[in-house]
Nanobody, 115 residues
Framework: QVQLVESGGALVQPGGSLRLSCAAS????????MAWYRQTPGKQRELVAT???????NYADSVKGRFTISRDNAKNVVFLQMNSLKPEDTAVYSC?????????WGQGTQVTVSS
């Protein structure tokens, strides 16, 4: 069974940077879309960024110019580089992968932006 394992969440000061990683364990083929979502208590889950198998990216307006999504297709890993972090970026960040015949969610990693 394929699982997604996120890492990189932490407490960081406003203006700081973090890099999240999400790796797929087990065999998974033809991952079409990789994405990062985030959620805070009492709010709907928000799509942060997506990247397709050919590298096309899309970002939420709230993170454009600050966050960068990338992927390593050979290793089935997706990254989220987060710069100029703001307190409103505080959330649990979860990765998502959609492959032929399946889609998978990670458990999430906490990002807290606070002084």
């Amino acid at each position: 069974q394929v699982q997604l394992v996120e890492s990189g969440g932490a407490l960081v000061q406003p203006g700081g940077s973090l890099r999240l990683s999400c790796a797929a364990s087990g065999s998974i083929f033809s991952i079409n879309v990789m994405a990062w979502y985030r959620q805070t208590p009492g709010k709907q889950r928000e799509l942060v960024a997506t990247i397709t198998s050919i590298g096309s990216t899309n970002y939420a307006d709230s993170v454009k110019g600050r966050f960068t999504i990338s992927r390593d297709n050979a290793k089935n890993v997706v990254f989220l580089q987060m710069n100029s972090l703001k307190p409103e970026d505080t959330a649990v960040y979860s990765c998502y992968m959609r492959a032929t015949g399946t889609s998978i969610w990670g458990q999430g990693t906490q990002v807290t932006v606070s002084s």
